[in-house]
Structures are given as structure tokens and as C-alpha cells.
């Protein structure tokens, strides 16, 4: 199925997580944000996030601060 990763078409899996995405992309998941069709999707909620057909999925920098 295609997806859209930070405006640029990819491929996966049917079934394929958010989790799974940054692994195959070797990112580690706590060295970027990511965003799922414009709404924010925390850490904890991306194995059980599920990529359909058409998705934007955007990567970015997490803002850290003190």
C-alpha cells in the first residue's frame, strides 16, 4: 500500500505500525516526533498505530526543553 512519509510516496505492508515504519527506516523512536495524518502520535501509541492507504506520516525533531 502507498503511504505519504514527509510529502514523498513510500510502500508497505499491509499492517505495517507507526512502530514498524521508524524500524525499517532504522530511526530510533526516541530520536524523532511523529505526526499521522496532521495529528500528533506519542511514543507510546505507535505499535498500536496502524498505517492505511493514503497516510501522511511526518517525521520531525522533538522539542525538548527546560
Known sequence: MQIRLD???LSVDEGC?????LAQLQR????VATALNGRFV???ARP???LEDGD????FQPIVGG
Open 42 to 44: 506519542a511514543r507510546d
Open 7 to 9: 510529502d514523498q510516496p
Open 17 to 21: 505500525t507507526l512502530a514498524q515504519l
Open 56 to 59: 501522511q506520516v511526518l517525521l
Open 48 to 50: 498500536g498505530t496502524v
Open 28 to 31: 530510533a523512536p526516541d530520536s
